[in-house]
């Protein structure tokens, strides 16, 4: 099955004057240790990677399609996807951010065989439980009410689709306002499954979410 590692965002948050897939992590860029973790995964068999538009020549990974990314992270899964289809036509994908270097192989080939084995479910999503208790903020900045926290997942990638399901749904989709590929799938009626995934498997937004990610990776060496 085909992945799509999309990597195609600026940085800004980062700082690092340049796209934040090509950050040095670890001696490596930011998105090699995402390519890395699909190339170990047993149920993958191509990688594609949604890179910042004209410049795909310093994406250069062995074995991985890249692919010119769009305005916002669900147009450069748009992106992805027709590029993958134009390759084929499979029945699932792996939608992953570049963002998330350490994530396990396991929980990849974990979510494809749980979406593959649960026909009721259009897309299948890594989430941690929270931790944190989380309140909701009126206009005027005072806490509206707090949530019940047992309800409550923070949504991670990699996240697995059934590609009829993806496609329909960035077709009708708000591409610009969608921080995930799962909520558009929700929009459009599907029904997204979660798998449990560690807090581990951290996002790099800021600066020191890179030291954070060096000494994870460190101690899973
Ligand atoms: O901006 P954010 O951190 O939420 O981005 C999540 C992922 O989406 C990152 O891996 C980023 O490279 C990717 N992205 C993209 N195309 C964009 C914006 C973000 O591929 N236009």
Do not use: C
Not at 44 to 49: G, Q, T, W
């Amino acid at each position: 099955m085909p992945a799509l590692i999309v990597a195609a965002g600026s940085g800004q948050r980062l700082g690092a004057g340049g796209p934040k897939a090509l950050v040095e992590l670890a001696g490596r860029p930011l998105y090699a240790w995402s390519v890395d973790a699909f190339r170990q995964a047993n149920n993958i068999d191509r990688i594609y990677v949604a890179v910042p538009p004209g410049r795909a020549d310093l994406f250069t990974e062995p074995g991985i399609v890249t692919v010119e990314g769009g305005e916002t992270r669900s147009h450069s899964v748009a992106n992805g996807l027709e590029a993958i289809k134009a390759d084929g036509d499979p029945a699932m994908v792996v939608v992953h951010d570049a963002a998330r270097p350490l994530v396990p192989a396991a929980l990849i080939d974990a979510a494809v065989i749980g979406l593959g084995s649960d026909t009721e479910l259009h897309a299948l999503i890594a989430a941690a439980p929270m931790t944190d208790t989380v309140k909701r903020l009126g206009g005027d900045g005072v806490v509206v009410e707090t949530l019940d926290r047992s309800s409550l997942v923070a949504v991670q990638t990699p996240q697995v689709f059934r590609v009829e399901a993806l496609e329909r749904a960035l077709e009708s989709g708000d591409l610009a306002g969608a921080t995930d590929d799962a909520s558009l799938v929700e929009a459009s009626g599907g029904s997204v499954g979660v798998i449990e995934a560690s807090s581990g498997n951290i996002k790099v937004t800021v600066p020191g979410d890179l030291e954070l990610a060096t000494l994870l990776l460190q101690r899973n060496r």
